[in-house]
């Protein structure tokens, strides 16, 4: 099963939505207190004015144009049922030819009806019945034609009030208009917060990504980052600084050791000279060989960790031309070959020393593992690629790619330290190029280096 990827949208739009509740709820709840906090005659006045206005709202002619009283939702409904089981209840509905009446309408409501004038929209009046005295209001609407509207006798209770109260925030738009903000918060929050979220955290991945490994090279900045971000993206450049100076410790180490290996390995291969035994002197300058070759090669793997390169446009036939120069003589004495194919120059830009190291590296390689190689082919293609093939025993497909790693040995008995291919390979990673290493068609191992096209290139194609 798949496991959910966290995201930070979901949780920002779940608290937003969750404080939009919570503001619905509040409003809510401070419009009933303010409301039933009202005096009496202020709450009389407050229920005459919805009554009327739901019954105007109610009124409405049928399909034979008779003047009907219709109510729609349920607090509405109740509203109207609570109002008409009050015994003192009525209401006096006009549209100036056709009325509606429920209940008796008091003679001083009737005076008002007939004497009001019609410019007069809204008006409050009290009229009386035995010893109590009632309120009463009357109401004429804008519409054509007017309909108007008189009622009196409504005494609500507390919790019939706070009905009233819940029917008014309503239409009011209230809860309308939260819920349109409720939505439109939580599709900002799960879209355009996500975004805005990803926009900043997007910088700081690439500027993540440009991070080239060396110590003192390049660290992520906090240039327009946000305030947010900046304690994350010191914390990882301290990190960086951190493992720089591990690294560059470690580094220091392995380039003093091994310099410092050197002089008394050289003077030991002079004294062995002197030993009498051929055997003996045979082993002892064979393992001494061996042991200065994983200083040699240590010191340059200490040299190209952790240090940039500087490139210039190089000819990589010219280099290989120059590098077989200097094996030619060796690989004469092992009965060994070496040939140069190139067409015409090959320009990529690199660093020459570094390059220079892993061609002479492969060559060796070919020179100690692929004995019974006639004729070592060194070719420079123009598709920046410089191939070299022996006719050795080559390397088992399943350990290819193992063996660019270092100290790792094939299987084979000839002398070497395990750290040439993974010279070679670094190299190459230096150079945004790649190592591949093949069977050769008549046997044997093929090793193609390949190196990205250069700007100009790039930009043409």
């Given at each position: 099963?798949?496991?959910?990827?966290?995201?930070?949208?979901?949780?920002?739009?779940?608290?937003?939505?969750?404080?939009?509740?919570?503001?619905?709820?509040?409003?809510?709840?401070?419009?009933?207190?303010?409301?039933?906090?009202?005096?009496?005659?202020?709450?009389?006045?407050?229920?005459?004015?919805?009554?009327?206005?739901?019954?105007?709202?109610?009124?409405?002619?049928?399909?034979?144009?008779?003047?009907?009283?219709?109510?729609?939702?349920?607090?509405?409904?109740?509203?109207?049922?609570?109002?008409?089981?009050?015994?003192?209840?009525?209401?006096?509905?006009?549209?100036?030819?056709?009325?509606?009446?429920?209940?008796?309408?008091?003679?001083?409501?009737?005076?008002?009806?007939?004497?009001?004038?019609?410019?007069?929209?809204?008006?409050?009046?009290?009229?009386?019945?035995?010893?109590?005295?009632?309120?009463?209001?009357?109401?004429?609407?804008?519409?054509?034609?007017?309909?108007?509207?008189?009622?009196?006798?409504?005494?609500?209770?507390?919790?019939?009030?706070?009905?009233?109260?819940?029917?008014?925030?309503?239409?009011?738009?209230?809860?309308?208009?939260?819920?349109?903000?409720?939505?439109?918060?939580?599709?900002?929050?799960?879209?355009?917060?996500?975004?805005?979220?990803?926009?900043?955290?997007?910088?700081?991945?690439?500027?993540?990504?440009?991070?080239?490994?060396?110590?003192?090279?390049?660290?992520?900045?906090?240039?327009?980052?946000?305030?947010?971000?900046?304690?994350?993206?010191?914390?990882?450049?301290?990190?960086?600084?951190?493992?720089?100076?591990?690294?560059?410790?470690?580094?220091?180490?392995?380039?003093?050791?091994?310099?410092?290996?050197?002089?008394?390995?050289?003077?030991?291969?002079?004294?062995?000279?002197?030993?009498?035994?051929?055997?003996?002197?045979?082993?002892?300058?064979?393992?001494?060989?061996?042991?200065?070759?994983?200083?040699?090669?240590?010191?340059?793997?200490?040299?190209?960790?952790?240090?940039?390169?500087?490139?210039?446009?190089?000819?990589?036939?010219?280099?290989?031309?120059?590098?077989?120069?200097?094996?030619?003589?060796?690989?004469?004495?092992?009965?060994?070959e070496i040939e140069l194919k190139a067409d015409g120059r090959v320009m990529v830009s690199g660093s020459e020393p570094a390059i220079r190291v892993a061609l002479d590296n492969l060559i060796i390689n070919a020179m100690r593992h692929a004995r019974g190689t006639e004729v070592l082919m060194v070719e420079v293609l123009q598709a920046r690629i410089v191939r070299v093939t022996d006719e050795g025993p080559g390397i088992p497909a399943a350990e290819r790619e193992k063996m660019l790693k270092p100290f790792v040995r094939g299987n084979t008995n000839a002398e070497g330290t395990g750290m040439g291919l993974a010279i070679v390979a670094q190299i190459m990673m230096a150079h945004g190029g790649s190592v591949e290493l093949a069977e050769a068609a008549a046997g044997g191992l093929v090793v193609d280096l390949a190196f990205p096209k250069i700007a100009k290139e790039t930009a043409a194609?």
């Amino acid at each position: 099963m798949m496991k959910r990827q966290n995201s930070i949208a979901f949780p920002v739009a779940t608290v937003l939505v969750l404080g939009m509740v919570l503001v619905m709820v509040i409003s809510t709840a401070l419009t009933i207190t303010v409301s039933m906090l009202m005096d009496a005659q202020s709450r009389k006045q407050f229920a005459l004015d919805i009554v009327v206005k739901l019954l105007q709202d109610g009124v409405n002619y049928d399909h034979t144009g008779k003047f009907v009283l219709e109510v729609d939702g349920v607090i509405v409904e109740k509203i109207l049922e609570l109002s008409e089981e009050q015994p003192e209840f009525w209401y006096f509905l006009s549209d100036g030819k056709q009325t509606i009446v429920h209940g008796t309408v008091p003679e001083t409501a009737r005076n008002i009806i007939e004497t009001t004038s019609p410019q007069v929209f809204s008006s409050q009046f009290y009229y009386k019945k035995g010893d109590e005295q009632f309120l009463g209001l009357r109401k004429l609407s804008a519409e054509d034609p007017p309909k108007l509207a008189v009622i009196g006798g409504v005494t609500f209770s507390n919790a019939e009030t706070l009905l009233l109260i819940l029917r008014e925030i309503w239409p009011q738009g209230l809860y309308h208009l939260l819920g349109i903000v409720l939505v439109a918060t939580t599709t900002i929050a799960v879209f355009a917060v996500k975004r805005t979220i990803a926009i900043p955290v997007k910088r700081v991945v690439d500027s993540a990504e440009q991070i080239d490994g060396l110590p003192g090279g390049r660290r992520i900045s906090d240039r327009d980052t946000p305030v947010e971000l900046k304690p994350m993206v010191a914390a990882f450049n301290n990190a960086l600084s951190c493992i720089d100076n591990a690294f560059e410790a470690q580094r220091h180490f392995l380039a003093n050791a091994s310099h410092e290996l050197r002089t008394p390995l050289t003077k030991l291969r002079l004294k062995l000279d002197l030993v009498q035994d051929p055997e003996v002197r045979e082993v002892l300058v064979r393992d001494t060989a061996r042991l200065g070759s994983i200083v040699t090669t240590s010191l340059q793997l200490a040299r190209l960790s952790g240090q940039a390169l500087t490139f210039t446009m190089i000819d990589l036939a010219a280099i290989a031309r120059a590098v077989i120069a200097e094996h030619v003589p060796l690989a004469m004495k092992q009965g060994m070959e070496i040939e140069l194919k190139a067409d015409g120059r090959v320009m990529v830009s690199g660093s020459e020393p570094a390059i220079r190291v892993a061609l002479d590296n492969l060559i060796i390689n070919a020179m100690r593992h692929a004995r019974g190689t006639e004729v070592l082919m060194v070719e420079v293609l123009q598709a920046r690629i410089v191939r070299v093939t022996d006719e050795g025993p080559g390397i088992p497909a399943a350990e290819r790619e193992k063996m660019l790693k270092p100290f790792v040995r094939g299987n084979t008995n000839a002398e070497g330290t395990g750290m040439g291919l993974a010279i070679v390979a670094q190299i190459m990673m230096a150079h945004g190029g790649s190592v591949e290493l093949a069977e050769a068609a008549a046997g044997g191992l093929v090793v193609d280096l390949a190196f990205p096209k250069i700007a100009k290139e790039t930009a043409a194609a």
